[in-house]
Each structure stands twice: as structure tokens, then as C-alpha cells.
């Protein structure tokens, strides 16, 4: 079973600074996707970026981007510029490739992110 | 375009008791995942619907059923509620066919508490 890993349960960063947030997981397959979703306190699971295994190149969304490290299995999450409305919870999650778009998804236990004005 | 929309958005009840929930899946889509979300946790995925059939299951007893109807809307049902039930339960949906890299839709949730 796959498994995904969150270590820091909190973070804080200072307004308009950089800021890791870090994952690893466990999988044997070697197709996979990868996903980091953010939480504000509005429940809403909202997307940030997505990464597909079989891309070298890592992804990147504006603000964020990604250091997809394959033979590690790790997966961080770097935000530039942080903003006070990037506080939030973050997750990381894995779906597994063969079954596409109707794969569950498996997440970590999530990192709270504080961003000090 | 409405997204995923859940009701209701809170919810008590007491050990014992029987809840259903519903979810409403975004526009163009016709698979419904439910995920039950404890506090300070990841969520967990409970099961997922697509043509009315149950097509994956997580780790969850069979107090946890499920439905969905022809207009893809879904409703998740627990039995004999326990106090660790209460959390956040959401709902995402998704195309069965779409692409690999399409990420899952997700509603704002409905939480439950258990007395």
C-alpha cells in the first residue's frame, strides 16, 4: 500500500519570504501522480500543483513549485513571495497512475502553514 | 459552472444514531468520492460511486454505505454512529474517463459531531 509522509506538522514564514514544506512517500509502482492541496479554514480542499512521475521536469504554478526527487520518493512544495492568504493547511497526495482519473487519492497528515505579517 | 456543493454543512447527532449526507458533483462530472477527514488529520477515503455502483472501498467498516443516482448526486450513510465518527467528511468528484493528471473537485465538506 502506498504511504505518504508529512513530518513538520507546523510551519511559519514571514510575509513576501520562501517557504519548504516537505514530503516523502512509498510506492513500488513507478507511474504515479503527485498532488499538494491547500486547506484554508474555509474546509475547501483547493489544488496547487500537480506532478506526473513520468515528467523529469518539476512543475511549477506561478508561486509555487516543486522538487520532485523520483529515486528518493520525495516531494516538496517550495511558495516565493508568501503571502498572509497562503496560511493554510497543506497536504500532499499520491494517486496511483493505471486507473487515471477515478484513483483515490492517498494524503499525508498535513503541514499548517503560519505566514507573519 | 457550480462546483461540488454538500449538505448539510453541520451536523449532531448521538451515538447510536443513523446520518446521510449528500453531494452534489461539479458540472461534467460523474464520479463522487467520499473522504472522512478527523481533526488535524489527512483525509481518508471511504469509498467512490461511479454509474450508481460502488467502485473502490477504503478501510471502513460496513456501518459506512453509500448511493448514487442516476444524476450522479451521491449520499453517504453511517449507522450506529460512534463518537470517533466525528470529523469533516467531503466529497470530490471527477471525470471516470478524464485524463490521468485531472485532479479531484472537492465540496467545502460537512461536519459532523458526535454527542
Known amino acids: 500500500a502506498q504511504t505518504v509522509t508529512q513530518s513538520q506538522p507546523e510551519m511559519s514564514v514571514q510575509e513576501a519570504e520562501t517557504v519548504t514544506l516537505s514530503c516523502t512517500y512509498d510506492t513500488s509502482e513507478s507511474d504515479y501522480y503527485l498532488f499538494w492541496y491547500k486547506q484554508p479554514p474555509s474546509r475547501q480542499m483547493i489544488l496547487v500543483i500537480r506532478?506526473?512521475?513520468?515528467?523529469?521536469q518539476n512543475a511549477t504554478e506561478n508561486r509555487f513549485s516543486v522538487n520532485f526527487q523520483k529515486a528518493a520518493k520525495s516531494f516538496s512544495l517550495k511558495i516565493s513571495d508568501s503571502q498572509l492568504g497562503d496560511a493554510a493547511m497543506y497536504f500532499c497526495a499520491y494517486r496511483a497512475f493505471y486507473t487515471g482519473a477515478n484513483s483515490k487519492l492517498t494524503f499525508g497528515k498535513g503541514i499548517t502553514l503560519s505566514v507573519r505579517p | 459552472d457550480a462546483g461540488v456543493t454538500q449538505s448539510p454543512t453541520h451536523l449532531i447527532k448521538t451515538r447510536g444514531q443513523q446520518v446521510t449526507l449528500r453531494c452534489s458533483p461539479k458540472s461534467g462530472h460523474d464520479t463522487v468520492s467520499w473522504y472522512q477527514q478527523a481533526l488535524g488529520q489527512g483525509p481518508q477515503f471511504i469509498f467512490q460511486y461511479y454509474e450508481e455502483e460502488e467502485r473502490q472501498r477504503g478501510n471502513f467498516p460496513d456501518r459506512f454505505s453509500g448511493h448514487q443516482f442516476p444524476n450522479y448526486s451521491s449520499e453517504l450513510n453511517v449507522n450506529a454512529l460512534l463518537l470517533g465518527d466525528s470529523a469533516l467528511y467531503l466529497c470530490a468528484s471527477t471525470q471516470y474517463r478524464g485524463g490521468g493528471n485531472q485532479p479531484q473537485h472537492f465540496g467545502d465538506g460537512t461536519r459532523l459531531s458526535i454527542l
Open positions: 506532478q506526473e512521475a513520468y515528467k523529469q
